[in-house]
């Protein structure tokens, strides 16, 4: 795999590998895997706390499927690229959001 994302810091040489890329995102598929632990553990607290609960969890599940789905861009190399435009999405919002699979503009766009 050869992916690489240029930054746009004052390294102008820095990539993040597909290795660093792939840490990213099983460090998020781990915490949203314990966040979903954590949810079951608080189950029972009352309709309007299991309510809060149950968004919560749709939340972090919604999380998963986009972590997943960003491991498999990683695989047919097209991680890092905005699947609206086709542009390199930037490394620090990769370094923030892992999973992204757009820019900022194109996401805005879509609301």
């Known amino acids: 795999m050869s992916w690489?994302?240029?930054r746009?810091?004052?390294s102008a040489g820095a990539r993040i590998g597909a290795h660093e890329?792939?840490?990213r995102l099983e460090h998020e598929r781990n915490s949203r895997l314990a966040q979903l632990r954590a949810l079951k553990d608080?189950?029972?607290?009352g309709q309007e706390?299991?309510?809060l609960l149950n968004a919560q969890r749709g939340a972090v599940r919604?999380?998963?499927?986009?972590?997943?789905?960003a491991f498999a861009r990683l695989e047919d190399g097209t991680y890092g690229?905005?699947?609206a435009?086709?542009?390199p999405i930037p490394a620090e919002r990769l370094e923030i959001l892992p999973y992204a699979s757009a820019c900022v503009p194109c996401r805005q766009r879509a609301g």
């Open 4 to 6: 690489d994302t240029t």
């Open 8 to 10: 746009s810091t004052s």
């Open 21 to 23: 890329a792939r840490q």
């Open 42 to 45: 608080t189950e029972g607290a």
């Open 49 to 51: 706390a299991d309510d």
């Open 62 to 69: 919604r999380a998963l499927k986009d972590i997943e789905a």
């Open 81 to 83: 690229l905005c699947h």
């Open 85 to 87: 435009c086709g542009r």
